[in-house]
């Protein structure tokens, strides 16, 4: 884990506009968070890459993984988190980041993404290495696979403005992926596996992606179009 800086990292709640300030406050744990976070549009990027950070992401609402685990850390150190997140690293290059928080000693996390098994996660697993090992089942699809996780604290990031600048911060990214990762189980046939279920699901399913995974109960809730009757 990255060493924290000496001084004071989170801002006070006057660095942020009123509206800010109004969604801060009513946004006061995890769980309402992810459900903000859930409302959104997904970021697809279409007008070319961004790394917005929080006040980019409340101008525009809009937000991509990344762009959302820096919302929710912005948001959640004010009520008492510490900015972590965990960088899951997949064969095909298309990683995955999500904020983590930890809670009557367990760990849960925060996450947005266009796949519906790799959103937020209750704080029930005793290790970041069980949480980042609820990730791997439903990371699989036609090119993804988790390899591995990296636990980076924001802190560490020096002097890039992840929460307030209107410019992308690249940094942060090039920060995350330089970090040390913790290799995961990998096995080519399970994988060969559940990529082969994956794809026979969607076939039968007019393109619909899979919810049936195991430990679907510590999921936090879905975006509105994953939890409609399937």
């Known amino acids: 884990m990255s060493r924290p800086l000496s001084r004071p990292v989170a801002p006070p709640l006057s660095a942020f506009t009123p509206a800010e300030r109004r969604l801060i406050r009513r ?11 859930n409302a959104l549009p ?13 006040r980019e992401v409340v101008k525009r ?26 960088e899951l690293g997949s064969i095909d290059g298309l990683d995955h980041v999500i904020f983590v928080y930890r809670r009557n ?8 993404s266009r796949d519906p098994g790799l959103h937020g996660r209750k704080a029930v697993f005793p290790t970041l290495r069980a949480l980042a090992m609820s990730y791997v ?6 090119t993804g696979a988790l390899t591995g996780y990296a636990f980076v604290d924001l802190r560490g990031v020096g002097d890039v ?56 109960e510590t999921w936090l809730p879905l975006p509105e179009q994953y939890r409609r009757v399937r």
Do not use: I, M
């Open 27 to 37: 946004l006061r744990t995890p769980a309402q968070v992810q459900a903000w976070l």
């Open 137 to 142: 089942e439903p990371y699989v699809d036609y």
């Open 105 to 112: 000693g367990r760990w849960g996390s925060v996450g947005r």
């Open 61 to 86: 609402r809009t937000a991509h993984c990344l762009e959302a685990a820096l919302f929710a850390a912005a948001v959640l150190e004010q009520h008492g988190y510490p900015p972590l997140t965990l």
């Open 42 to 54: 997904y970021n697809d990027e279409k007008k070319g890459g961004t790394l917005r950070g929080f």
């Open 161 to 216: 403005d992840w929460r307030f600048a209107h410019r992308n911060v690249w940094a942060v990214e090039r920060y995350l992926l330089a970090a040390k990762q913790t290799s995961l189980p990998y096995s080519d046939a399970r994988v060969r596996k559940l990529r082969a279920w994956y794809t026979a699901y969607r076939r039968a399913h007019d393109d619909r992606k899979p919810l049936a995974y195991k430990g679907r």
